[in-house]
């Protein structure tokens, strides 16, 4: 029932950029994206969000295309303590509050 | 404030006994969340809540049951509990509207033996 699409997992270096992509072609036009984070198993961490355009927070950057049907998060530099699975969420419906997570992207920094 | 709290963090039950998790906000959020996450996999939704009287189903409901008389309490029930059900649960909240973003418990770490 997951609307996004993420690979399973990704290898980063550590101080390069990690690029994290998620497809979402079923999105609707009001529909935000949502990008959270999981490190071990402790509960999700919201990371960004965004609508249509380009948004940046301290912590990434979330390129969204301009079809909306795929968005990019960007972690600039990243570090070993960015090692998490990294979901990637839309609403489900345009209506209603239901927020399903998929598989996520398991992104490993290395040294 | 203190979030979104759950209880208890850990429990054992044994096949056929009940219980409630107890989550409760603090933050007047209106839609509250229970999520389960078995091993190595992702998060998957079991009900919702989008306000006080007001809950749905989620991915994975059967075996479950929710209520939510006040804004900030959404306890999830486990009736008849079986080992397919040994898991972490994540309670999370947010506010009303697209921005809101989600607030996540500590989760409940459960086994069913």
């Known amino acids: 029932d997951a609307k996004t699409t993420q690979p399973t997992s990704m290898d980063c270096a550590e101080g390069r950029a990690a690029n994290l992509p998620c497809n979402h072609s079923t999105i609707s036009g009001n529909e935000y994206v949502y990008w959270y984070r999981q490190i071990h198993s402790q509960g999700p961490q919201y990371i960004i969000h965004g609508l249509k355009n380009n948004e940046t927070n301290e912590m990434a950057s979330l390129i969204i295309t301009e079809d909306r049907k795929s968005s990019t998060l960007i972690l600039p530099h990243a570090t070993l303590r960015d090692t998490a699975v990294y979901y990637c969420i839309v609403r489900v419906g345009s209506n209603t509050g239901k927020l399903i997570f998929g598989q996520g992207t398991t992104l490993q920094v290395k040294p | 404030n203190a979030g979104v709290t759950q209880t208890p963090k850990f429990r054992i039950l044994k096949i056929g006994q009940s219980m409630t998790l107890q989550c409760a906000q603090d933050?007047?959020?209106?839609?509250m969340y229970w999520y389960r996450q078995d091993p190595g996999m992702g998060l998957k939704l079991i009900y919702y809540?989008?306000?006080?009287?007001?809950?749905d189903k989620g991915e994975v409901p059967n075996g479950y049951n929710v209520s939510r008389s006040t804004t900030e309490d959404f306890p999830l029930r486990l009736e008849l509990a079986a080992p397919s059900q040994t898991s972490v649960y994540f309670c999370?909240?947010?506010?009303?509207?697209?921005?809101?973003?989600?607030?996540f418990g500590e989760g409940s770490r459960l086994t069913v033996l």
């Open positions: 809540s989008v306000g006080a009287g007001i809950t």
């Open positions: 999370a909240s947010r506010a009303q509207g697209n921005t809101g973003e989600l607030f």
């Open positions: 933050m007047n959020h209106n839609y």
